[in-house]
Every structure is written in structure tokens, then in C-alpha cells.
T-cell receptor, first 110, second 114 residues
């Protein structure tokens, strides 16, 4: 069974700092990995999708890397803003099933 | 991409009653998924719904408690039956993923059972 772990569970950073969020998974036989953002009490917004054959994916201030062999992904958010405050979820797709981590809860302090 | 409308966005219900959550997609999709997110926890898959067949439930979830309908390729409902306070969660519907495609989620239904 795929286990997904996200570290740290929660963090607070001053505005302007870069954010580094980590995701690890136990089974490297994956099709892709997806990062989501979730605001309190809301649904999930897709941020980035990395295919298993890719090493990284970028969108604006967001960059996600994937090291499938070691079972790790990292989400970088450059120059954080208060609007980046949310929970970030990592989901691993293996055989059409998504396994989620518990999330990284981020607070960006103005 | 897919746009998913989920209703209601939130509800407060009495224990012992049932609530039906609707999920409408703006395009035809083969598979739809229903998840539960308990407070402070990650998402747990309840069931997979394919049009024209019975939903497939994950371990720990049963049809009598969470009946699902999938009448066509753009719509699905999840009913939470005979609710108790332990059912208080966010319920989310999702479409895909295929082997190499992006998963999309509805806005979620925040359910509180009192």
C-alpha cells in the first residue's frame, strides 16, 4: 500500500521568503505525482502535475521536482506572498488511484 | 481540464438523517471518484463510480451507508445515510485520473452532523 508523507506538517514564514515543501512516498511504481492547494474548508486546486518520466515541472513561482527512485518530491514556492497561505497536498498516482499525504499547512506572515 | 460543480457547499444535518451530494462535470468522463476528508486528515477514497455499473467501494466503506448513483457521464451523487457526528467531514468528488492525466476536484461539501 502506498504511503505518502509530507514534511513539515506546518510552517510559518515571513513574506518574501522561499518555501520548500517535501513529499515522500514508499512505492516508486507511480504514473505521476500531483501537487494541490487547499484553502480551509474548500476543495482542491491543482497546481502542478509531474509525470513519472519527468524530473521537474514549473508554473510561475512554483517549481516541483520528482526523484522517483528515491520516492521524493519537493515543491518550491519562490518569493512567498500572504495569498500563498494554504495547505499544500501531494498526491501520488499509482494504477489510477491517488494516495494523498496529510499536507503542509503554510502561513505566510505579511 | 474539467470544471466540477459540487452541491451543497456546506450543510448542518441532524443525526439519523441523510444528505445527498451532487457532482456535475462540464465534460464527459469515464470515472468519477468520491473522497472523504476528516478533520485534520488527508483524503480517503470512498468509492469509484463508473457510468452504467455499480460503484466500487474501498475497504471500510459500504453501499448501504454511502450509496452512489452515476446516471450518465457528467453527473454523480453520493448519499451519506443515517448520519452520526463521526460523518462530519469534507466530501469531495473528483474526475480522472487516467494513467497520465491531471485529477480535478469539486469545491467540496463541508458536512457537520449534530
Amino acid at each position: 500500500k502506498q504511503e505518502v508523507t509530507q514534511i513539515p506538517a506546518a510552517l510559518s514564514v515571513p513574506e518574501g521568503e522561499n518555501l520548500v515543501l517535501n513529499c515522500s512516498f514508499t512505492d516508486s511504481a507511480i504514473y505521476n505525482l500531483q501537487w494541490f492547494r487547499q484553502d480551509p474548508g474548500k476543495g482542491l486546486t491543482s497546481l502542478l502535475l509531474i509525470q513519472s518520466s519527468q524530473r521537474e515541472q514549473t508554473s510561475g513561482r512554483l517549481n516541483a521536482s520528482l526523484d522517483k527512485s528515491s520516492g521524493r518530491s519537493t515543491l518550491y514556492i519562490a518569493a512567498s506572498q500572504p495569498g500563498d497561505s494554504a495547505t499544500y497536498l501531494c498526491a501520488v498516482n499509482g494504477n489510477n488511484r491517488l494516495a494523498f499525504g496529510k499536507g503542509n499547512q503554510v502561513v505566510v506572515i505579511p | 481540464s474539467a470544471v466540477i460543480s459540487q452541491k451543497p457547499s456546506r450543510d448542518i444535518c441532524q443525526r439519523g438523517t441523510s444528505l445527498t451530494i451532487q457532482c456535475q462535470v462540464d465534460s464527459q468522463v469515464t470515472m468519477m471518484f468520491w473522497y472523504r476528508q476528516q478533520p485534520g486528515q488527508s483524503l480517503t477514497l470512498i468509492a469509484t463510480a463508473n457510468q452504467g455499473s455499480e460503484a466500487t467501494y474501498e475497504s471500510g466503506f459500504v453501499i448501504d451507508k454511502f450509496p452512489i448513483s452515476r446516471p450518465n457521464l457528467t453527473f454523480s451523487t453520493l448519499t451519506v445515510s443515517n448520519m452520526s457526528p463521526e460523518d462530519s467531514s469534507i466530501y469531495l468528488c473528483s474526475v480522472d485520473p487516467g494513467l497520465n492525466t491531471e485529477a480535478f476536484f469539486g469545491q467540496g461539501t463541508r458536512l457537520t452532523v449534530v
